[in-house]
C-alpha cells in the first residue's frame, strides 16, 4: 500500500494579498502535522515531484486568448481575473505546477507507480472555465489533468466527486457536454455561498445529460447528512456509473471551523467521505482513486486534521484518533437534507436509478 | 569540514586536552594540544575508574605539562549493554494528542497513554490527565508537538509519585525529530541513563583523583562531542561513538579526504566512510534494542580483532567473533588472530613459541590454521570496506596496533583499496579522535510573533523565551537568531565561542486573523559545524 504524496515549495510562491484566506499556510500547518506525525517518513507515503503542464496539455482544455492573458498579466506581475483573485509574479508557474501536481498523482495512480494519492497543491482550479478564472482558480487543474489521461492511457470513464463546499463551476462547465467524466458536487447551497451556480436541476447537456450531478446543501451540515448523500447519491451512482478512475476533489471547507464558509463537517466526516471513495474506487476502479487538495481555510483548527484524515485514510492508517482539538466547538444543529436528496433524485431520476 | 577551523588565533590560549577512548580491549589516551601529540597511554580495560586513573598516571608520567583544561571520552559502554541486553525496561508514557493514533509512538515495555494535547503552535489545546501506574523506575515522557512547548511533559513527570530512577523528557531529546521518533530517543535516552551515569560517576572520580579539576566530555556518534551534563542527558547520543572516534582520529592524523577510515582494535574492527574530510554521517542508528533518531557516522563494527580466538571448525578453522583474553603469546590462554601473525614471522613482540603452541593445540600445524585465519580477517574487513566504499575504490587509513602489520595487507588483499596510510599514533588513533572533536549541537528555533514566544530546542531542557508581539523578522534577522540560538547551545554544551554554523533551514510565514497580519511564524534550524579542531598530519614535534 503506497500513497504517492504531491508536494512542493514552490507551491508556497503563488500569492493574492497577504492577507487573503487563500494563504501559502494553508499548506504548511498541514505539512507541519504531517511530519511531527511522522507520516512523511512512512515508506508507505512516495513523494512525487510534479512538473509544470506544458502548452498543449493546456491546449486540450483552455482558450489560447485565455492563456495568454494570463500568462502576461503574470509576466506584468500584477493583475486579477476577478475581486478577489490576483495575480502576481509566480501565479503563471505555480498554476502550472499545480495542475502538473495532479496530472502526476493520476498518471502515478494508473501507471500503478503507486496505490492512490494526495495532490496538496495551491492555487486551486475547479473555479476556472475554458476561458476565465475566478475564485482564487486559474488552471482547472483537474480538467487539464483527467485530459491529458484520457488522451494518453486506456482510462476512458472518470468519477469526479468535487466535495468542496463552493460549487466548482468551472470543472461542471468544462465536462457539461461529456459523459467520459461524470461531475457529481456536493456543495453548500449556493443561494447561500459564492460561486452560486450548482443547481439541482443543471444536469449536463447533449451527450452530457445526466453525468452532472448536484448536491446543494443547506448550512451547517453534518457528517450524519453528508453520510446520507454518500449512501442515497453518490454510491449509486458510481456503481451505475462504473468508472475506471475516482477523483475527489478535497475541499476541506466543510470543516466547521471554516471561516468562509457555513458548513458542519468534522475531521472524523473527513475520514468517512474519504472512506466511501476509497470504497467506491476498490470496487468499480480497481483501487484508482486520487485525491487532490481544493478549498479549505481553517488554517488551524481545520486543514491540518481534515487533510490528515484524508491521507491517513488513504492510507488504510488507524483513524479513530483524528479529530479537532476540544478548544473548537463542534457543531450542534443538524439541518434535514431529506427534501434535498428528494429533489436531486428527482432531476437525475431519467438517466439513474436513486431509489 | 576542511573549513580552516583549525588555524587558531594568536589570542587563544593553547588548550590542553586528554582523549580516552575506552574499547573492549583497551582504554587508550593522548594529551595533545595545538601544536602536537605529547603522550600516549594503553592499559588494558579492566574496571573504569582504575583503568582511567592509569591513563592520566602514564600521561602525566610521559608529559612535561600536565595542566589540562578538557578531558574527552568514547566509551562503548551503553552500547555493549544494549547489544547484551542488560539495559532496564522502560515505562513510555506518551501525550498524543488529536491525530494519528498513539500506537505508533509505543517504544517501552510498557506504553501509557495520557490525554492532553499541545497544537503546532504550541498551545496546550487540552489539559493533562494521567493517572496510570507506571510499572518500571526507567520513564520517558513524550508529547506530541512538545518541541513547540515542553509544558506537558514536565507537568506529568513532576507528578511521578516516587523518585524514579531515570525519566527523560521529549523535549530535552534534542531537536527535527518526529512524535515517533522523539518517543523511540526519548526511550533509548531513559533506558541509557543507569548504565551511563554510573560510567559517568566513575570518570569524575578518576578524574579528581588524579587531581585535575578539567570539565569532562563525550563523544557523540556522529563525530561531534556533548559536555557531560547534556551528555548525561541524552547518553543514547553514545551509540556509534566508538566508531566516531577512531574516524575522527585517522582523518587528523592523515587529512584523508575521501575513503574509508579502518580501527583493529582487540575486540573489534570499526570500518567508517570519510566524505568531504570528515567522518560520514547517517540518521536514525540503533543498536540491541535500543532505537534513536540521532545521527551517527557511517561505520560497521566487524566483531574480529587482534584478540579474536580462532577455533575449529567443521570445515577448518575460523574467527570465532568473540575475544576470550590477550593473545597465547603475549600471556593469554587461548589461540588468537595476534598468535596468527606470530606464527607467520609477521609481528612478533610476544612468544613466537607459545603462539605455535596454542594454534597446535587446535588440532593441526599451525602454519595453514594461520594463514586461513589472517585470509579470513583480510576478506571480513575486505566486504566491510568495499560495502563503504562510494566509487568502487579509494584510499584506506588504518588504525590500532596492529596497523603497521595489517595495513598494508589490507590494501594487498583488497581489490578496491587504492592505497593504505598508516599514522604515527594509530594505536591510539580513537583517543586522537576525542582529542579533535567539536562541541555541536542540533538546534531548532521555534517563533510565533503572535503569541509572543520563541521556542528553542536542542539538548537538555527546552527553553521557552518571549519575543516582541505582532514583530516581523526579516530573512536576514531569522539567520541571525537561529545562528545565534545554536551557538549558544553549543555553548550550554560545553562548546567554544565564534564556531562556524551551518543553517539547515529557515522557513516563516504570516498568521491571519480577521483580515489582518497579527504574527510571523518562523521555523528555523542550525548547528555549529561538527569539525575537526587540530591536525597532526606531520606527526608531533
Known amino acids: 500500500m503506497t500513497m504517492g504524496l504531491i508536494y512542493h515549495e514552490a507551491y508556497l510562491r503563488h500569492e493574492h494579498t497577504p492577507t487573503h484566506p487563500e494563504r501559502r499556510e494553508r499548506l504548511q500547518y498541514t505539512m507541519d502535522q504531517l511530519r511531527e506525525e511522522g507520516v512523511l517518513d512512512d515508506p508507505a507515503v512516495r513523494r512525487l515531484e510534479p512538473v509544470e503542464v506544458t502548452d498543449e496539455q493546456i491546449a486540450r482544455v483552455h482558450t489560447d486568448d485565455y492563456v495568454e492573458r494570463l500568462r502576461s498579466m503574470s509576466a506584468t506581475g500584477s493583475g486579477r481575473l476577478s475581486a478577489d483573485t490576483h495575480v502576481s509574479e509566480h501565479t503563471w508557474a505555480t498554476a502550472k505546477l499545480a495542475a502538473g501536481g495532479v496530472l502526476r498523482g493520476l498518471e502515478a495512480v494508473e501507471d500503478g507507480t503507486v496505490k492512490n494519492a494526495f495532490v496538496m497543491s495551491r492555487p486551486g482550479g475547479h473555479h476556472a472555465f475554458a476561458d476565465d478564472g475566478h475564485g482564487f482558480c486559474y488552471l482547472n487543474n483537474t480538467a487539464v489533468a483527467i485530459r491529458h489521461l484520457q488522451a494518453t492511457t486506456d482510462v476512458e470513464r472518470v468519477l469526479i466527486w468535487d466535495w468542496d463546499a463552493h460549487h466548482g463551476d468551472g470543472t461542471q462547465s468544462i465536462f457539461y457536454e461529456d459523459p467520459s467524466v461524470l461531475v457529481m458536487s456536493t456543495h453548500q447551497d449556493g443561494r447561500t455561498l459564492f460561486p452560486g451556480t450548482g443547481a439541482v436541476d443543471e444536469v449536463g447537456e447533449g451527450a452530457g445529460a445526466g453525468y452532472n450531478v448536484n448536491v446543494p446543501l443547506p448550512p451547517k451540515t453534518t457528517d450524519e447528512a453528508y453520510m446520507q448523500v454518500v449512501e442515497e447519491i453518490f454510491e449509486p451512482i458510481a456503481e451505475q456509473y462504473d468508472p475506471d478512475l475516482v477523483f475527489v476533489e478535497a475541499g476541506q471547507d466543510n470543516h466547521f471551523t471554516d471561516p468562509i464558509t457555513d458548513l458542519g463537517v468534522t475531521a472524523q466526516g473527513y475520514v468517512a467521505l474519504m472512506k466511501a471513495a476509497v470504497d467506491v474506487a476498490e470496487r468499480m476502479a480497481e483501487g484508482d482513486v486520487v485525491a487532490s487538495l481544493a478549498g479549505g481555510y481553517g488554517i488551524e483548527g481545520g486543514l491540518p486534521y481534515t487533510n490528515l484524515a484524508v491521507i491517513a485514510t488513504l492510507l488504510d492508517y488507524e483513524t479513530s484518533n483524528i479529530r479537532e482539538p476540544a478548544i473548537y466547538e463542534p457543531p450542534t444543529e443538524n439541518p434535514d437534507v431529506s427534501s434535498v436528496l428528494e429533489s436531486v433524485r428527482a432531476a437525475q431520476e431519467p438517466y439513474w436509478n436513486l431509489l | ?541
Open chain 2, 1 to 541: 569540514m576542511g573549513d580552516g577551523s583549525h588555524k587558531v588565533g594568536a589570542r587563544y590560549r593553547t588548550c590542553v586536552i586528554v582523549g580516552i577512548d575506552t574499547g573492549g580491549t583497551n582504554v587508550d589516551g593522548v594529551l595533545l594540544d595545538e601544536t602536537g601529540i605529547c603522550g600516549t597511554a594503553k592499559v588494558p580495560n579492566t574496571e573504569t575508574r582504575a583503568s582511567i586513573e592509569e591513563v592520566l598516571e602514564a600521561l602525566r608520567s610521559a608529559c612535561d605539562r600536565f595542566d589540562v583544561d578538557r578531558v574527552v571520552v568514547a566509551t562503548t559502554l551503553v552500547v555493549n549493554a544494549a547489544v547484551q541486553d542488560r539495559l532496564p525496561p522502560c515505562t513510555n508514557v506518551v501525550i498524543p494528542g488529536p491525530g494519528l493514533g498513539p500506537e505508533r509512538s509505543f517504544y517501552g515495555a510498557e506504553n501509557h497513554v495520557a490525554a492532553g494535547a499541545v497544537d503546532h503552535r504550541g498551545r496546550v489545546t487540552e489539559p493533562l490527565e494521567y493517572d496510570a501506574v507506571p510499572s518500571y523506575d526507567v520513564r520517558a515522557v513524550t508529547a506530541k508537538f512538545s518541541d513547540r512547548n515542553p509544558e506537558l511533559e514536565r507537568e506529568l513527570a513532576a507528578a511521578f509519585d516516587a523518585d524514579p530512577q531515570a525519566v527523560a523528557l521529549g523535549n530535552e531529546s534534542g531537536a527535527g525529530l518526529t512524535f515517533p521518533e522523539r518517543a523511540a530517543t526519548t526511550v533509548a535516552n531513559a533506558r541509557s541513563k543507569p548504565v551511563f551515569s554510573a560510567y559517568e560517576r566513575a570518570v569524575e572520580q578518576a578524574i579528581s583523583s588524579a587531581g585535575l579539576d578539567a570539565p569532562v566530555y563525550y563523544l557523540k556518534g556522529d563525530g561531534a562531542m556533548l559536555g557531560s551534563e547534556a551528555m548525561s542527558t541524552t547518553p543514547a547520543h553514545t551509540i556509534r561513538s566508538g566508531s566516531a572516534a577512531s574516524a575522527l582520529g585517522l582523518v587528523a592524523l592523515t587529512g584523508l579526504a575521501a575513503g574509508i577510515a579502518v580501527d583493529i582494535g582487540g575486540t573489534t574492527t570499526d570500518v567508517s566512510r570519510i566524505e568531504g574530510g570528515f567522518p560520514a554521517t547517517e540518521p536514525d542508528v540503533s543498536e540491541g534494542d535500543l532505537e534513536t533518531a540521532y545521527e551517527g557516522v557511517t561505520a560497521t563494527s566487524l566483531p574480529i580483532g587482534g584478540d579474536t580466538r580462532i577455533e575449529p571448525t567443521d570445515e577448518g578453522y575460523a574467527l570465532a567473533d568473540e575475544r576470550m583474553g590477550d593473545a597465547a603469546a603475549l600471556g593469554g590462554d587461548v589461540p588468537t588472530l595476534t598468535d596468527a601473525l606470530h606464527v607467520l614471522g609477521i609481528f612478533q613482540p610476544g612468544s613466537v613459541e607459545d603462539a605455535r603452541a596454542a594454534l597446535q593445540s587446535l588440532g593441526g600445524d599451525p602454519e595453514p590454521i594461520a594463514e586461513t585465519a589472517l585470509a579470513e580477517f583480510e576478506r571480513r574487513v575486505g566486504v566491510g570496506i568495499e560495502t563503504l566504499q562510494t566509487d568502487g575504490s579509494s584510499p584506506i587509513a588504518v588504525g590500532g596496533t596492529l596497523a603497521p602489520i595489517l595495513g598494508p595487507r589490507l590494501a594487498e588483499a583488497v581489490d578496491s583499496v587504492t592505497r593504505a596510510e598508516i599514522p604515527g599514533y594509530a594505536d591510539v588513533a580513537g583517543a586522537v579522535g576525542c582529542g579533535v572533536a567539536r562541541v555541536s549541537v542540533e538546534t531548532a528555533v521555534h517563533i510565533d510573533t503572535q503569541r509572543g514566544i520563541k521556542t528553542v530546542t536542542a539538548v537538555g531542557s527546552e527553553r521557552v523565551d518571549s519575543v516582541e508581539r505582532g514583530r516581523q523578522f526579516t530573512d536576514t534577522e531569522v539567520r541571525e537568531i537561529v545562528a545565534g540560538a545554536a551557538q549558544e547551545a553549543a555553548m550550554a554544551a560545553g562548546g567554544e565561542e565564534h564556531k562556524p554554523v551551518q543553517i539547515q533551514a529557515t522557513d516563516g510565514f504570516s498568521v491571519v486573523e480577521r483580515g489582518s497580519v497579527v504574527g510571523q511564524i518562523i521555523n528555523a534550524r542550525a548547528r555549529v559545524a561538527p569539525g575537526i579542531e587540530r591536525w597532526y598530519e606531520e606527526g608531533s614535534p
